[in-house]
T-cell receptor, first 115, second 108 residues
């Protein structure tokens, strides 16, 4: 099956620092990748859609200057949380769309804690 | 109206019973449909995809699609405690839409 990796799995940082999260599709090429955030006991919230080689499309209410997304290749997308604050603490999950099946495959997620 | 609607539950079934999870969608032009399972604290995992009307079986899981009624369901036979999770319905039309999920608890 399609595998998506995400790194790091867990990060703790001080307020004001930037954190970079990588998402890789390991055995398929993903022209489209997605970034979600999920707070405890809440639904997935789509943050942005990332297409290879073009600017990401952000959902309403998501600050593009705070959550920088780069999709430089068909297998790699990165999310950088700039100047992180405690309210940014959450579970960040990426997914990649397999163009053959149209399914989204999720990475294992990154748990971010900002102190 | 939401694009994809699911009963949030919680749904409780005894071990060995059939769990039935339901989902409706609003875009009649939707072409592909998916069920994901999400354990607490983990990311969603794709368990079933279905593209045409009727039933699709994979082990203990059966997905059912009725495009005329805009309805997709997931049946879990011989439910096990390890099936306890939140089940997300997803529909691909022009965009990919997720339901809010149904929480399932299988009672030993």
């Amino acid at each position: 099956g399609a595998v998506v990796s995400q790194h790091p799995s867990r990060v703790i940082c001080k307020s004001g620092t930037s954190v970079k999260i990588e998402c890789r599709s390991l055995d398929f090429q993903a022209t489209t990748m997605f970034w979600y955030r999920q707070f405890p006991k809440q639904s997935l919230m789509l943050m942005a859609t990332s297409n290879e080689g073009s600017k990401a499309t952000y959902e309403q209410g998501v600050e593009k200057d705070k959550f920088l997304i780069n999709h430089a290749s068909l297998t790699l997308s990165t999310l950088t949380v700039t100047s992180a604050h405690p309210e940014d603490s959450s579970f960040y999950i990426c997914s990649a769309r397999d163009g053959r099946s149209e399914a989204q495959y999720f990475g294992p997620g990154t748990r971010l804690l900002v102190l | 109206q939401k694009e994809v609607e699911q009963n949030s539950g919680p749904l409780s079934v005894p071990e060995g019973a059939i769990a039935s999870l339901n989902c409706t969608y609003s875009d009649r032009g939707s072409q592909s449909f998916f069920w994901y399972r999400q354990y607490s604290g983990k990311s969603p995992e794709l368990i079933m995809s279905i593209y045409s009307n009727g039933d699709k079986e994979d082990g203990r899981f059966t997905a059912q699609l009725n495009k005329a009624s805009q309805y997709v369901s997931l049946l879990i036979r011989d439910s096990q405690p390890s099936d306890s999770a939140t089940y997300l319905c997803a529909v691909n039309s022009n965009q990919f839409y997720f339901g809010t999920g149904t929480s399932l608890t299988v009672i030993p």
